[in-house]
């Protein structure tokens, strides 16, 4: 009973010490907002292009003080969808009040979600980020069309994932915040942008007449995935009113 | 007044039976753990076995509603009177009757397997089903379409409710339905496993005998007792058919030591499971046991056990072919709870 009633004392009163973080992410291509379909765009290799799809996974978000207890997102998993504003727009809830300085998280799904069956949620296989004949997460998803591509429709398809061995494609980011202002009961806003260009230059440059499908894991499927690894910027932070 | 205490007590009388016999239809659902066999890989814990997921399951399986044009089932290729293999069919068929590259295997002891498909390219049994039902010759359908199409069903989202506790349906629970079924999909009441418990309709002949000590010998160590396969892939020495071009593990792995192997399959019911091989090639036993005996085409990656050939005289053959025979177990075959769901639910 005291054990009860003390649990639930500290469960209210940790309550009080917590706030929330709301991330938005804005896709943008050449730092302009992202339209899918209609607007074209123009990569480093100089090749036009539209963009049709873009989606990926975010995971395992952590939020770290300079020194102290880094915040950890539990059953972390976010799908974002540039066609689907309410998947652009994430809270994170119950996060103990402080400054932060870093916000980390990955591109893409960990192995042990692509070994372990059926999930649900954003991991759930029916919101088509799961390959069935070669089980496994697509961590990242670009697809478009230009006319450089010799292919059905000018189509070129990006599909990036990979959990085993050499062919890892899980990506590590770590965006410096400055300071972030966690508050009690209150909520903190991020914006970040997803800026789409780094999908074909830095490191490897990608030349669309060459390079306009890759569906598997796999050599090609890393250097996308180390191309788009610091596509995630911070455009903005807004701390709760005062 | 007297009255009104009769009808209460008949009206408790009558909830009282319905809901015995609602918990009779619903009879939990067991998996045992054959004497002497290892753990099964599946890991229950997380998709706990209920009646009702069971025949959520069931009801999946059977339904072309997970086809793309409502014409194909899991069962289509998958029956169960011949081990849920596709009999006769040396490479199945799909939507629009398109032709795959492969035999749909049999579906047996599942919950003891680690990798599905020919190629091992499915890494966990509840997934398995996605890779026929997305592929655009066999099922050409979304997990996404299946949820939108099952959700419009009464008597779907009737059976989601009795299954998870609430009527939503999910991919995920599409999923785990089909896999509640699957993982009763066990055999382990053959003449073979029988002798081997020494029960009285267990007794094995002479000839069986000798076939099980020449198993044993040369067939053992792949298809290994009691389930018959070891769980890996092999080379086992077939030439490669020139039209299909198929590697089998490479084309999962890309690893050069993984060329022309294959899955191991189960031998439990293959007296039904014809034809045989990932390809279907083999229409009858005798021909499986002398491409073993004297057919095997030597490559890199051949398995180490098929270097040497096995020499059998052909009453040795028959000895074996006999042993065979005795991993067929009627009782799975015709296993009612298996089979097409008539009653209504």
């Known amino acids: 009973m005291y054990v009860a009633f003390s649990v639930a004392v500290y469960g209210m009163k940790a309550q009080k010490n917590e706030g929330s973080l709301i991330i938005k992410i804005h896709p943008v291509f050449n730092g302009k907002a992202l339209k899918l379909t209609t607007e074209p765009y123009v990569n480093a290799h100089q090749d036009s292009l539209f963009i049709d799809v873009f989606k990926c996974y975010l995971s395992a978000l952590k939020l770290s003080p300079g020194n102290g207890v880094e915040f950890k997102e539990t059953k972390s998993y976010h799908l974002i969808n540039a066609d689907d504003s309410i998947s652009l727009v994430f809270v994170i809830k119950n996060i103990p009040e402080g400054n932060f300085k870093t916000l980390s998280f990955n591109i893409g799904v960990d192995s042990i979600s692509s070994v372990s069956g059926a999930l649900d949620g954003d991991l759930d296989p029916s919101k088509g980020m799961y390959w069935a004949w070669n089980t496994g997460y697509i961590d990242a998803k670009l697809m478009g069309r230009s006319k450089q591509c010799k292919t059905r429709q000018n189509s070129f398809e990006y599909h990036i994932g990979g959990y085993s061995g050499p062919n890892k494609t899980l990506q590590k980011v770590r965006l410096d915040l400055n300071i972030i202002n966690i508050e009690p009961n209150k909520t903190t806003h991020l914006e970040l942008k997803a800026e789409l260009a780094e999908w074909f230059n830095n490191p490897y440059l990608l030349d669309l007449s060459v390079t306009n499908a890759v569906l598997i894991p796999g050599k090609e499927a890393l250097r996308m995935a180390e191309n788009y690894a610091d596509m995630f910027q911070v455009l903005k932070i807004t701390s709760p009113k005062k | 007044m007297k009255h009104r205490i009769w009808i209460f007590l008949i009206g408790i009388f009558c909830l009282f039976t319905w ?303 006999v042993f065979l025979l005795t991993l067929s177990d009627k009782s799975f075959l015709f296993d009612q709870r298996f089979s097409y769901p008539r009653e209504k639910s």
């Open chain 2, 19 to 321: 809901l015995a016999f609602r918990c009779i239809k619903e009879e939990p659902v067991k998996f045992l753990i054959p004497k002497g066999w290892p753990k099964p890989h599946y890991d229950f814990s997380k998709n706990k076995l209920t009646a009702a997921g069971f025949s959520l399951g069931r009801k999946l399986f059977y339904d072309p509603v997970l086809s793309n044009d409502s014409s194909i089932s899991c069962a289509s290729c998958h029956l169960q009177a011949t081990g849920f293999a596709h009999v006769d069919h040396d490479l199945s068929h799909g939507i629009e009757g398109k032709i795959g590259t492969r035999n749909a295997p049999g579906i047996v002891n599942p919950a003891w397997n680690k990798f599905f498909m020919w190629d091992g390219g499915v890494n966990h049994l509840e997934v398995q089903a996605l890779a026929p039902i997305t592929n655009p010759i066999e099922m050409n359908e979304s997990l996404n379409h299946i949820v939108i199409k099952l959700s419009t069903q009464l008597s779907y989202r009737k059976a989601f409710k009795r299954a998870f506790g609430d009527s939503i349906i999910s991919g995920q629970r599409v999923l785990l339905g089909i896999s509640q079924f699957l993982v009763m999909l066990n055999s382990s009441n053959s003449k073979y496993d029988k002798y081997i418990r020494h029960e009285k309709d267990g007794k094995f002949s002479v000839q069986e005998l000798n076939g099980l000590k020449i198993f044993r010998k040369h067939c053992g160590s792949c298809h290994t007792e009691p389930l018959f396969t070891n769980n890996d892939f092999a080379n086992n020495g077939l030439k490669v058919d020139t039209s299909l071009k198929d590697y089998g593990r490479y084309s999962i792995t890309h690893n050069a030591n993984d060329s022309l192997k294959f899955k191991v399959p189960s031998l439990r019911n293959i007296e039904f499971t014809y034809p045989y091989m990932h390809d279907g090639r083999f229409k009858k036993l005798s021909e499986v046991l002398n491409h073993y005996n004297s057919g095997i085409k030597s490559s890199k990656t051949l398995a180490n056990e098929l270097q040497k050939p096995m020499q059998l005289t052909a009453e040795q053959k028959t000895d074996l072919l």
